[in-house]
Each structure stands twice: as C-alpha cells, then as structure tokens.
C-alpha cells in the first residue's frame, strides 16, 4: 500500500516525533511503501495565497506551488496524520496542508450549480489519525464533541472520498503519561495497522 504519512509537531523532542517514529517504522516493517512529508522540516507555508484561492473557482486551480504536494496525497491508498491538537483544533501548519493540497480539481471538484461537492480521490482508501491532546478524554468528548475528528471525518475525508475507512487514535492528558501509558497507546496505534 502506498501510505502518506503526514506529521505536524515543531519539536524534535516532542511525544508526537516519538509516535511519528514508531508509527513511520511500523508501517515500512509491515512492507508499505511510505512517503513521509514532516511539514515543519519542510517549512510547508501553510497560507492559501491569493493566486491560489482566485483559482478556486476557475477552470483549473492553480498548482504552481503545490503540484508535488498534490501528487503525493493522490498517489496515496492510505492517509496517516500525526499530529498534536491545540485549543481543540489542527495546528496551523496541518491546517494550512489541507487548505492548500486538498484543492477543487484534484481532492473533489464542485457542482455546476455551485452546491455539493464531488469526490475525487477515488484511490484513497483508508485515513489514520494519531493525535495528542493535553485535555482529559472527558474534554474532548462530552464539552467539546470530539471537533477535530467530525472536521476531519464528515468535513473532509466524508466529502473528498468515497468509501475511505477513518479511524482515529487519541492520546489524552499527554502532559501527565507514564512510559507505561505511552507503551500502550503504541501498540493500540500497531493495531490500528
């Protein structure tokens, strides 16, 4: 399978660059074949330029600074992001990713009359997202309802795909983990694989 594993965390010391490596090893022992795109490292500008939104509803989005991106995410059978959740939502840099590659066109392609959008990665079959959250599980559950996963779910993986698994890990109160606790998480992410 061909996986695109997307990380977003700024730290080299970070519990997520540790979840990345586990995840990122597990995955090439398991024989796929990985594209890892680390967007900080990459210095990936996550703002959507004015040429690029001015090409949203043109014949064609202009790609001229995101075509490699583009190639990657449609080449992909299964998505991986890792990442931290901050103030309940994606970091600036995943968000801005996702803005600029998954673009009309390519990622789905809008209605003549301007209203639901259509589907267009056809090949992607399977979305894996790995997040750590600093709140307890109860937070993110039952005050928040869970907003990154229904944004990433039912926002975008519902109306980009077709027939795409998701599945979402999330590892909660990170700042108070034991190695025990994080050893866990690790083998719950190898058989989310």
């Known amino acids: 399978m061909n996986c695109l ?16 490596k586990q ?21 990936f500008d996550p703002v959507l330029g004015r040429a690029e939104r001015d090409s949203y509803y043109s014949s064609a989005f202009d790609t001229a600074l995101v075509a490699e991106d583009i190639r990657q995410l449609q080449e992909a059978d299964c998505l991986v992001l890792v990442f931290p959740t901050w103030w309940f939502g994606l970091p600036a ?17 809008h209605a003549k009359d301007m209203k639901a959008i259509t589907p267009n990665l056809d ?7 790995i997040t750590t959250l600093g709140s307890p599980w109860w937070v ?19 109306t980009c ?23 866990a998480f690790i083998r719950r992410i190898k058989k989310l694989f």
């Not at 594993?5 to 990345?20: G, K, Q, T």
């Not at 996702?98 to 392609?109: E, F, K, L, Q, T």
Request: overall charge positive; glycine content about 4%; proline content about 3%.
């Open 140 to 158: 993110d559950w039952l005050v928040m309802r869970r907003p990154v996963r229904k944004a990433l779910k039912y926002g975008l993986i519902g």
């Open 93 to 109: 840099i995943l968000k801005g990713w996702v803005d600029r590659v998954w673009a009309p066109g390519h990622a789905y392609h």
């Open 5 to 20: 594993l997307v990380y977003a965390h700024p730290l080299e010391n970070s519990l997520c660059r540790y979840i990345l």
């Open 123 to 129: 090949r992607l079959k399977s979305v894996r997202v």
């Open 161 to 183: 795909t077709r027939s795409c698994d998701f599945k979402m890990l999330s590892l909660y109160s990170a700042e108070a983990l034991t190695d025990q606790m994080v050893d």
């Open 23 to 43: 995840t990122a090893d597990h995955l090439k022992e398991a024989g796929h074949n990985l594209v890892l795109k680390d967007l900080y490292k990459e210095s």
